[in-house]
């Protein structure tokens, strides 16, 4: 970064720290850790106990409900994620609260002191983001720390703190630029956030065997889905056994696999589970962007064949009376390919949308890719806004609207054609409407 005058607002210093480093991404926790060590954010824990949650999907939903479950056993909780979905203080939550401007900008000021403290040290955006956000968290007084892992997890950011408890949601193919495609590599690297000594919750029966190898390596106590701890039933009135066993718990809208685990890993970090309260906090939990119901449109962001499995069983056990359309946009490197082959069983029109940007696919690209699958293409939008304008106005009242393959996407059309719809709900007491959460 350049010597001029540093930024008083939150939207100059995410303008200067976009244009700060030469790559987006640049993997290695050399000069994070050097950063942090001028931070002195070595120099103590940085909370009571720590949670770190890595994994390909369900990162998010695993710590959405990592979070209302230790808050509501009175648990203070700061919680740091990744990326945002409309703004970029959704990323530091300060006891169930978007971290306010000022918050955010004390951070970036923090670690532009100390990167310019010696030898000036270049950062990647997510690199001061991160560092400012554990600064926050180290002064918030809180309980717990839940930290989610940006991209990998070895050589991540976020991995310059030892955790307490890790948790690996689950592993498949996504960033393969940077990770590559072979799962079991793949596992080794989110499998990097594990350390000696301490818990490891899995939170898939079907992770590749290097998980569990670099576990045995280091000598993690190592607590399976399935073995140390597992869930019976799908949808109301499930069952997790694990330290607790606690019956009759509600559907929160989001993977049961991940509501399980993340009750696992809040019992290892010391959180003395009550029934009741689990159940309340599972009722409530939301998460915008993850099966987010909003009238006839539901909103996911889910952007690898992974998720889009997830999305369609979920789709398959709600059926409508009228047409399941799809407002489908994504970035150039997602596996556009194996998300249509997962969604097209219970999709019956597609509407493909552009995204900006470098690494955006075209609608173009998309339609093909559909009609070679053998998919019926109603209109290519120019933009995710523009495609659900169109859509909008030709839908009979018992279709419903998938929007998903992208943060980018998702954004937009909430941002756009849904905000009304947005707000009404939140007026409603309904911050976003989860699927079976009600």
């Known amino acids: ?39 002195g954010l070595f120099d103590a824990p940085l909370c009571e106990r720590v949670i770190t949650v890595a994994g390909t999907n369900g990162k998010g939903s695993t710590v959405a409900m990592l979070e209302a479950l230790a808050r509501i056993h009175g648990w203070v909780t700061a919680t740091y994620t990744s990326p945002h979905l409309l703004r970029y203080n959704e ?71 030892d955790p307490d408890v890790a948790v690996i949601t689950t592993v498949a193919q996504d ?141 398959a056990a709600r059926p409508c009376a009228g047409r399941t359309i799809a407002l489908l946009g994504m970035l150039g490197d997602k596996d556009a390919d194996g998300v249509i082959a997962a969604l097209s069983p219970v999709v019956d029109a597609w509407v493909p949308a552009s995204l900006a940007g470098e690494r955006a696919r075209t609608a173009d690209d998309l339609a093909g890719r559909l009609m070679r699958h053998g998919g019926e293409v109603w209109h290519r939008g120019r933009s995710p806004v523009e495609a659900a304008e169109w859509l909008a106005a030709r839908l009979a009242p018992d279709d419903r609207v998938l929007v998903c393959g992208s943060f980018f996407t998702v954004a937009e059309v909430l941002e756009g054609p849904l905000a009304a719809s947005q707000a009404s709900a939140q007026t409603a007491g309904e911050d976003s409407v989860i699927e079976g959460a009600r």
Not at 1 to 14: K, R, Y
Not at 285 to 308: E, I, K, S
């Open 1 to 39: 970064m350049s010597n001029q005058a540093l930024p008083d607002t939150l939207p100059g210093w995410l303008a200067r720290l976009e244009a700060a480093h030469p790559v987006g991404i640049d993997l290695g926790l050399e000069r994070v850790a050097e950063v942090a060590r001028r931070m």
């Open 91 to 161: 990323r530091l939550r300060l006891d169930g609260q978007e971290a306010d401007d000022a918050t955010l900008i004390a951070g970036f000021e923090a670690v532009e002191a100390a990167r310019l403290a010696g030898e000036p040290v270049s950062l990647t955006y997510f690199e001061v983001g991160t560092l400012g956000a554990l600064w926050a968290i180290a002064r918030a007084n809180a309980d717990l720390a839940i930290l989610e892992v940006g991209l990998g997890g070895r050589l991540d950011a976020v991995n310059i703190i």
């Open 175 to 315: 960033h393969a630029a940077f990770l590559g495609t072979d799962l079991q590599g793949i596992g080794r690297e989110k499998a990097g956030i594990l350390r000696a000594s301490r818990p490891a919750v899995l939170g898939s029966m079907t992770l590749p065997a290097s998980v569990r190898q670099v576990a045995d390596e280091l000598g993690a106590e190592v607590y399976a889905l399935g073995e140390a701890f597992q869930r019976d039933g799908d949808g109301e009135g499930w069952c997790f056994w694990g330290a607790n066993r606690i019956t009759d718990l509600p559907d929160p809208g989001l993977p049961l696999d991940n509501a399980a685990t993340a009750l696992q890993a809040l019992s290892l970090a010391g959180v003395e589970l009550s029934d009741e309260a689990c159940r309340r906090a599972l009722a409530d939990v939301t998460l915008p962007g993850r099966m987010q119901w909003l009238g006839q449109w539901c909103l996911d962001v889910g952007h690898n064949p992974h998720a889009a499995t997830y999305l369609a069983t979920r789709l």
